[in-house]
């Protein structure tokens, strides 16, 4: 069973950067898949970039051009870069990891971390 630990949250101004690890408690074959996931408060979760087996990343349009997710899979970790953020980013991020071609529920979620952003 993988277990995810998140990190990096926090409370920042709009405009500023934040960086969120990800790292899973054992060492996982490179093809899993791994995403970031976000919800906020009285909203459903929602997915905001993924990363596959190969290199290829999904954005969501939100975060499309701010946020950069990334992956070393010697470490098993991975990472949300993400810069411009806005009040709207405000929610509590998740990492999901889960193999190949699976849907997420399929997946281990992490405990989340709290990224905050004023205004």
């Known amino acids: 069973q993988v277990h995810p630990v998140e990190s990096g949250g926090g409370l920042v101004q709009a405009g500023e950067s934040l960086r969120l690890t990800c790292a899973a408690s054992q060492r996982l074959h490179s093809t899993y898949t791994m995403a970031w996931y976000r919800q906020a408060p009285g909203k459903q979760r929602e997915v905001v970039a993924s990363?596959?087996?190969?290199?290829?990343?999904y954005y969501a349009d939100a975060v499309r051009g701010r946020f950069t997710i990334s992956r070393d899979d010697a470490k098993s970790t991975v990472y949300l870069q993400m810069n411009m953020l806005k009040p709207e980013d405000t929610a509590v991020y998740y990492c999901?990891?889960?193999?190949?071609?699976?849907?997420?529920?399929?997946?281990?979620w992490g405990q989340g971390t709290q990224v905050t952003v004023s205004s």
């Open positions: 990363i596959i087996y190969g290199g290829k990343t």
């Open positions: 999901n990891i889960r193999p190949r071609g699976s849907p997420a529920d399929a997946g281990s």
